[in-house]
Nanobody, 120 residues
């Protein structure tokens, strides 16, 4: 099991920004963020394959940006113009296979999650 360590969650007002980080022990080609709001199913937020093949959920396009740091083993999700609907536990996920679809079943390695709360 690969250990993924998330950080950066917190509480902000609507319109604010947060940056989430996920540290992996080494470079993993496919990494993603998922989120789960209370009473809802877990959903994909954004995925990154390689250096620059990104995919975003429609609900976050234009507001969230996903990238790796220079060392390539940290996944960073910058979240801007946050909305109350973004409130959820955010989970980092990783997979060694190609393709990198934003589908839960594709990912075999998960972090424990970090809480993001956006107040109106």
């Amino acid at each position: 099991q690969v250990r993924l360590t998330e950080s950066g969650g917190g509480s902000v007002e609507a319109g604010g920004s947060l940056k989430l980080s996920c540290v992996a022990p080494a470079y993993i080609p496919c990494m993603a963020w998922f989120r789960q709001a209370p009473g809802k199913e877990r959903e994909g937020v954004a995925s990154l394959y390689g250096v620059d093949h990104t995919n975003y959920a429609d609900s976050v396009k234009g507001r969230f940006t996903l990238a790796r740091d220079a060392g390539q083993n940290t996944l960073v999700l910058e979240m801007n113009n946050l909305k109350p609907d973004d409130t959820a536990i955010y989970y980092c996920a990783a997979a060694y296979a190609g393709g990198c679809p934003m589908r839960q079943s594709f990912f075999g390695h998960w972090g424990r999650g970090t809480q993001v709360t956006v107040s109106p």
